[in-house]
């Protein structure tokens, strides 16, 4: 016959979940009700009694306890040999298309801003140098026609101060009307946007009412519990179930009757 397996340290949180799913049942609070101790430290003490009995308590349920670490070694075992994708399969996978280059999105806009920048150049600069131009030609023409020498290139530079002057005029009324246009047209035409990439929403698992079971120590390499791992999970129950109706209830039954019987004798 062989000896019962010892509650172990990954389990011990399970014990402690059906101990205090114990405590909280009906039975037991009438029970402190009719002994007249309720409160929150008898509540304390049978769990602390109960956590120092824990071994002699988990022996109750020592069968459903042996088939859960079968299954679950099982589970373990069967995880740590099972085969992975091969390599030929990763390097046949179609890969994603790769986004463009922070260099490319740069120069793009370069590409078809350059003769766009051309004419706003030159709708500021024609005027300013034929406005310059006109200033210095009249100036010099009206002096050596105030002097009253070279009055040829006097008339010369007075004719070409007047021309400068209506190329001036004309390409800065050209410039405005471009600005004036450019304004509009930025105005009316709605912004860019991106199109923002699609994503999935994330896969909310349903809620399960047990936690997952613990891995098993010293497995090599670690086991991944899956969720439809239905053997695992309902060994888990039966032990969980044997442990509180067989171990825990009958040892805080005892523990109650006894202290009910202590009181009525002191």
Known sequence: ????????????????RALHQALRTAEIREALGRSGSSGGTDIQRLRSQALVESEAIATAAAPEYAAYLRQRAAAAAAASTAPGPSAAAVSAAPTAPT?????????????????????PALAVLTPALAGASAAAFLLLGGLLRLSGSQRETADALLTAGLTSATIAAVTLA???????????????????????????????????????????????????WRRDDA????????WLRALLHRGILPFLRERLKMSHTLSRTS
């Open 99 to 119: 986004a463009p280059t922070a260099s490319a999105v740069r120069a793009a806009p370069f590409t078809t801003a350059g003769g766009r920048g051309l004419l």
């Open 231 to 238: 053997a695992v999970a309902t060994a888990r129950d039966a």
């Open 174 to 224: 050209a410039g405005m009307v471009c600005l004036v246009v450019t304004a509009v047209r930025h105005r009316s035409s709605p912004p860019d946007r991106q199109p923002r990439p699609h994503r999935r929403p994330h896969a909310h698992p349903h809620p399960h009412p047990h936690p997952h079971p613990h891995p098993p120590s010293g497995s090599q390499p670690p086991y991944v």
């Open 1 to 16: 016959m062989t000896a019962s397996p010892g509650l172990q340290a990954e389990d011990r949180p399970d014990f402690e």
